[in-house]
C-alpha cells in the first residue's frame, strides 16, 4: 500500500509557474515509480510527466515537453512537477500516481499505475 499526498496546485494566469509536490508514504516497498497524470471533465487522464526513483530517469508527454520538469527527493519519496510558460490548456485536475512494478516499458501508461493521490486542480486563465 501506498498513500500519497499531493500538494501545491492552485490558480496563474497564462505564461505563469506552478510546482506541484507529491510525498509517498509507503507501508512495505517503496514506489519505483511516481508521475503526474491530469484529467478534465468528459475526456481520459492523461499522462503528464512521470519518473523512475531508481534512476531519476523521466518521461513526458509531448504537449508538455519543455515546459514541465519533473524532479525527486530520494530521502523524503517526494515527487515535484515545476510548471511553467502554462497555457489555459494546462488547467485540469491533476492526480499523483505510482507503481511498485520493476520496470515499465512505457512510463506514461496509465494502467501500470495502481496508486492515486486525491488530485489537486491547476486553472490556468488567458
Given at each position: 500500500?501506498?498513500?500519497?499526498?499531493?500538494?501545491?496546485?492552485?490558480?496563474?494566469?497564462?505564461?505563469?509557474?506552478?510546482?506541484?509536490?507529491c510525498a509517498a508514504s509507503a507501508y512495505q516497498y517503496k514506489p519505483?515509480?511516481?508521475?503526474?497524470?491530469?484529467?478534465?471533465?468528459?475526456?481520459?487522464?492523461?499522462?503528464?510527466?512521470?519518473?523512475?526513483?531508481?534512476?531519476?530517469?523521466?518521461?513526458?508527454?509531448?504537449?508538455?515537453?519543455?515546459?514541465?520538469?519533473?524532479?525527486?527527493?530520494?530521502?523524503?519519496?517526494?515527487?515535484?512537477?515545476?510548471?511553467?510558460?502554462?497555457?489555459?490548456?494546462?488547467?485540469?485536475?491533476?492526480?499523483?500516481?505510482?507503481?511498485?512494478?520493476?520496470?515499465?516499458?512505457?512510463?506514461l501508461f496509465r494502467p501500470a499505475y495502481r496508486y492515486w493521490g486525491?488530485?489537486?486542480?491547476?486553472?490556468?486563465?488567458?
Open positions: 500500500q501506498v498513500d500519497l499526498v499531493e500538494s501545491g496546485g492552485g490558480s496563474v494566469q497564462a505564461g505563469g509557474s506552478l510546482r506541484l509536490s519505483t515509480y511516481m508521475g503526474w497524470f491530469r484529467l478534465n471533465p468528459g475526456e481520459e487522464r492523461e499522462a503528464v510527466a512521470v519518473i523512475r526513483l531508481l534512476n531519476s530517469a523521466a518521461s513526458y508527454a509531448d504537449s508538455v515537453e519543455g515546459r514541465f520538469t519533473i524532479s525527486q527527493d530520494t530521502a523524503t519519496t517526494t515527487v515535484y512537477l515545476e510548471m511553467d510558460s502554462l497555457k489555459p490548456e494546462d488547467s485540469a485536475l491533476y492526480y499523483c500516481a505510482a507503481s511498485n512494478h520493476g520496470y515499465i516499458t512505457n512510463p486525491q488530485g489537486t486542480q491547476v486553472t490556468v486563465s488567458s
